[in-house]
């Protein structure tokens, strides 16, 4: 009873750590202007970035959003994001970093991500959950950050199911 208790929580942890993946951040190659506050994190992203990500958007997400966020490369923006489903936005980035962008681009690991005591991180733990289903041919995952010390939420949104797999070619532009 013993072993088959023990090798039947094996298996469920092993399932469990499936879904994780340890991404590397890299450094940003412009200054960001997008500062987007979660709890004890700041995580930051460039304009151009956050552009390039909207390109890989599916077509009925590209007819909601567009293919840019529209907003001023001389300007820097602060906005704060909840950890909870059914988030009241007040603005239209908040939902665009948060249910589209936001979690591709630090998979991708295009994000510089701050301690609340400026401390950076360079990796991060991200937990991809399964896919979900929404309808009109569109599906989703949702993909929870940790930060690998101490296992604190660092940022948790969802991202097309499609864009999972597809590269952000932005290296060297």
């Known amino acids: 009873m013993i072993k088959t208790l023990s090798f039947l929580i094996l298996i469920i942890a092993s399932f469990s750590s499936a879904a994780q993946q340890k991404i590397k951040l890299r450094p940003l190659w412009h200054e960001p202007q997008v500062h987007i506050i979660f709890g004890?994190?700041?995580?930051?992203?460039?304009?151009?970035?956050?552009?390039?990500?909207?390109?890989?958007?599916?077509?009925?997400?590209?007819?909601?959003?567009?293919d840019s966020c529209g907003l001023d490369t001389n300007a820097t923006y602060n906005i704060e994001l909840l950890a909870r489903r059914g988030n009241e936005y007040k603005n239209k980035l908040q939902p665009l970093l948060q249910e589209e962008v936001g979690a591709f681009l630090l998979l991708k690991g295009h994000a510089l991500v701050q301690t609340?005591?400026?401390k950076n991180l360079r990796t991060l733990i991200a937990n991809v959950g399964p896919i979900m289903d929404m309808g009109n041919g569109k599906?989703?995952?949702?993909?929870?950050?940790?930060?690998?010390r101490n296992q604190e939420m660092v940022f948790s949104g969802d991202m097309s199911a499609n864009m999972s797999n597809m590269d952000l070619d932005i290296e060297h532009k």
């Open 139 to 148: 599906s989703t995952c949702g993909v929870t950050f940790y930060d690998p």
């Open 40 to 66: 004890n994190y700041d995580i930051y992203y460039t304009i151009k970035d956050i552009n390039e990500a909207m390109k890989l958007l599916p077509n009925s997400d590209r007819a909601l959003w567009g």
């Open 116 to 118: 609340h005591k400026h």
